[in-house]
């Protein structure tokens, strides 16, 4: 088993407990909001859960299966103990007092400011804080990847960096330069407000900032999963990775184009000029290349372990493939979710058909199938694979877990198919009551009540996952054995443009400053954008 099991299950129960109740909450804001239940008359309570869910889902729970996940690849991939072990359970306790500090304030109703922020609404310094300690956690664990792949290249001169720790160190770099966003907007817009120091705030240059990360966060998200595309679901099935190097190459171009995208979503903003909206859209667009070869490269892996298994024909092949594995069924849930969220997400990368969805559910729903769905649903994938190798415990029950995992997508394409159906209708996202009477909207009451059963179903798959887990710490003990990852079908013997970072950083880097630099600065340098803040919870 691996040596740093403790410090692994630790952040991945942590993860799916916090998950388990966001869920809940999520559930509760939909059943609310729908023709099932009667207005709760208080809309701060709408606001607090809704800030609560998303903070929690946001920065929390994919954080901690980052980290939880980058630890294990590194001992495994890498063959040699962790080094830092100290600093990584540093980083796992200020990401719990970080979640706690900031749910204080939020559960108090002074801190209903959505994860996003939202300025110029002002929160309590303390959520604020929490939020950064979370961050500077999860940098520990930055820093902790850099520091043992440096270890290993040292002992290793000239041979490739094992695919699941490259790609691990490529995820942990971009989490560590996307979070310097929100960091600014927090230190520098944010902060000062919340303590008293300023009582205006440049919302539009806030805004600005936190686009920096709004978006690329979404590929830190994704990491994990693609990680798990490549190096789990190959193995599991009995297969080999199509491509090494196109899995490299898909490592980097998220590393390079994922970070100049994120003004796409101020296409409204009058702050920001439209030549740089025109630039960060077709960044948006390029950053489906990645995604695209990953497709490929899977689809074609997953078509390797189907002829090992005697398939046969241009589609007999699909016939044969381990349907009975939940790795094989997750995945393909996944590549299902993935492909409709991505094509709403080509329909929010374009200006033109962007201003009719803008701020409507649809938003909601595109978000939510890509995280909720395609990417949640391989964290599932992945704790199943890691559980009997952390344990000591083997996962027996096959087919509660298969349950589970259909329960998941049926609920996430029940919830979210009826918000963008609703979104192309008008109507607006993060809305504490809508009243069904109104002849306006009252032909959008049968698909609010579908997503708020969607919901309920989400939340029975996210019971029985925990379900799953908790019998599996319970289960007789049994040898895993040694835990590996996928190999490719021809390993590379030397890689020199793939396997280093330093010119992929400086492209990011660069690509950064160039498309935010000048906004940045245009806005900063002006003094009569400011308006006075708006302080939750308190008068000002």
Not at 426 to 439: E, I, K, Q, S, W
Request: proline share 6%; charged share 10%.
């Amino acid at each position: 088993m691996l040596s740093s099991r403790r410090l692994v299950l630790a952040h991945f129960w942590l993860a799916f407990a916090v998950f388990g109740l966001a869920l809940l909450l999520g559930a509760w804001q939909m059943f609310i909001r729908s023709p099932l239940h009667t207005w709760i008359s208080n809309p701060e309570w709408y606001y607090r859960s809704l800030t609560a869910h998303g903070t929690v889902m946001g920065y929390v729970f994919p954080t901690l299966v980052a980290m939880g996940f980058g630890y294990a690849i590194s001992e495994v991939s890498l063959k040699q103990r962790l080094v830092g072990l100290r600093w990584a359970w540093a980083g796992y306790w200020l990401v719990v007092v970080g979640a706690v500090t900031a749910m204080i304030p939020v559960s108090l109703g002074r801190a209903s400011v959505l994860y996003t922020f939202y300025p110029p609404l002002i929160g309590s310094p303390f959520y604020y804080l929490g939020v950064v300690l979370v961050v500077v956690g999860s940098w520990i664990w930055v820093a902790l990847m850099s520091v043992n792949l440096h270890i290993w290249k040292k002992a290793n001169p000239g041979t490739p960096v094992p695919l699941p720790m490259f790609a691990n160190v490529a995820g942990s770099y971009l989490w560590g330069w996307t979070a310097v966003g929100a960091a600014l907007e927090l230190l520098l817009q944010i902060l000062p407000v919340a303590f008293g120091l300023k009582s205006t705030i440049d919302a539009g240059l806030a805004r600005v900032f936190f686009s920096w990360t709004l978006h690329a966060i979404v590929y830190f998200w994704l990491m994990p999963t693609y990680i798990a595309y490549y190096t789990i679901v190959p193995r599991a099935i009995g297969g080999r990775i199509y491509s090494d190097t196109m899995a490299r190459i898909s490592f980097i171009l998220f590393l390079v184009v994922a970070m100049p995208i994120g003004m796409h979503h101020t296409f409204t903003d009058p702050q920001v000029g439209a030549g740089f909206k025109f630039i960060h859209s077709a960044f948006t667009a390029l950053v489906a290349l990645p995604t695209l070869l990953t497709v490929f490269t899977i689809c074609a892996s997953v078509e390797i372990a189907a002829r090992l298994r005697g398939g046969r024909g241009p589609f007999g092949w699909i016939r044969v493939l381990p349907w009975s594995n939940p790795i094989m069924l997750a995945v393909a849930f996944s590549f299902v979710m993935l492909g409709f969220g991505g094509a709403g997400g080509l329909i929010n990368m374009s200006y033109q058909l962007d201003t009719s969805i803008h701020n409507t559910q649809w938003i909601t729903g595109h978000f939510h199938l890509i995280f909720g769905g395609a990417i949640v649903i391989m964290y599932f994938a992945i704790a199943y694979d890691l559980w009997p190798h952390l344990t000591g415990r083997a996962l027996t029950d096959l087919r509660l877990m298969r349950t589970q995992l259909w329960l998941w997508f049926i609920g996430m394409i029940v919830t979210t198919f009826p918000w963008h159906w609703v979104g192309i209708l008008g109507m607006p996202r993060r809305m504490a009551y809508f009243d069904y009477g109104d002849p306006a909207i009252a032909t959008q009451a049968f698909s609010v009540t579908l997503s708020a059963i969607g919901g309920f179903i989400l939340v029975a798959s996210g019971a029985l996952f925990i379900l799953v887990l908790i019998r599996g710490q319970r289960a007789p003990h049994e040898e895993a054995g040694v835990y590996r990852f996928a190999v490719a079908l021809h390993p590379p013997l030397s890689v020199p443009a793939l396997n280093s970072y330093a010119l992929w950083l400086a492209l990011m880097v660069g690509l950064t400053v160039t498309n935010y630099g000048y906004p940045i600065a245009q806005l900063a340098l002006r003094k009569d954008t400011s308006v006075p803040a708006v302080y939750v919870g308190a008068n000002p």
